[in-house]
C-alpha cells in the first residue's frame, strides 16, 4: 500500500509508526512536515545550536527519537519517505534492505532529474558525486522486530533554513542542497514519487 504526500506534524507520524510496527502493517508513505528538528539516538547536544525557547518562539519542533543518526531538519517542500517492510516476512536482512532503499532512491533522482548521487558509510546518506561534501538525502531507519520505520528525507523544494540551526548529522549546514537550490525543476516530484515507488517495490518482490 503507498499513501501519498500530507503535511503533518512530526509527532503525528511518531504515533503513526508505532501503530504500525504492533499491526507489522506494511505501507509506504510519503509526506511533508511543518517546520522539525529530530534527534537521533546518537544526538550530540553541541549540534543544536539555538535554544529550545529560540524553537518555541518560531514555532519550530523538536523531537526525540529511536531511530539511528544524529540532528535533522524536516520542513515544508521536502519529501519524507516511510517505508514499514516486514523484513521477517520478507526473508530480508537489514543490508539487503538498506541497499534495496538506497538503491531505489539513488536511480529514481538519476531517472528524474538526470543528477548521480552517492551514498556514504562514514555518514549515511546521499550526495552529489560530482561534489560529494553536498547532501541532499538524509538516512535514518529504524529496525525492530525485523521491522521497519522512519526513512529518508529528501530536500526538494524547502528552502533550508531549519538546517541552519543544527549543524545536520555533525557536518556544516551549508552543505545541505535541495533540488530547487540545484537550479532544477521541483515541479517533477511527482514523477520521483511514481519511478520511485515502482522501483522499490520491484526489488523488494
Not at 12 to 22: C, G, H, P, T
Request: charge should be positive.
Amino acid at each position: 500500500v503507498t499513501k501519498k504526500s500530507l503535511s503533518v506534524p512530526y509527532s503525528r507520524y511518531d504515533q503513526i509508526q508505532s501503530n504500525l510496527r504492533k499491526k507489522r502493517r506494511e505501507i509506504l508513505i510519503f509526506l511533508e512536515h511543518t517546520p522539525t528538528i529530530t534527534g537521533g539516538i546518537n544526538y550530540n547536544k553541541n549540534n543544536l545550536l539555538v535554544s529550545e525557547n529560540f524553537l518555541e518562539v518560531n514555532k519550530i519542533d523538536l523531537c526525540y527519537l529511536k531511530r539511528g543518526g544524529d540532528f535533522t531538519a524536516h520542513e515544508s517542500g521536502q519529501l519524507v519517505i516511510y517505508p514499514h517492510i516486514d523484513l521477517k516476512k520478507r526473508d530480508l536482512s537489514i543490508t539487503d534492505f538498506l541497499n534495496i532503499f538506497m538503491d531505489s532512491i539513488r536511480n529514481s533522482i538519476k531517472n528524474t532529474w538526470e543528477i548521480e548521487v552517492v551514498y556514504k558509510d562514514s555518514d549515511p546518506g546521499l550526495y552529489l558525486k560530482n561534489d560529494p561534501v553536498k547532501k541532499i538525502v538524509s538516512i535514518g531507519v529504524y529496525f525492530k522486530s525485523y521491522f521497519t520505520s522512519f526513512g529518508a528525507a529528501f530536500n526538494i523544494g524547502n528552502d533550508l533554513k531549519t538546517f541552519s540551526y543544527i549543524n545536520p548529522c555533525g557536518q556544516k549546514g551549508e552543505n545541505i542542497v535541495s533540488i530547487e537550490s540545484l537550479g532544477l525543476d521541483t515541479g517533477r516530484e511527482s514523477g520521483f514519487v511514481e519511478i520511485f515507488s515502482k522501483e522499490f517495490k520491484k526489488r523488494l518482490a
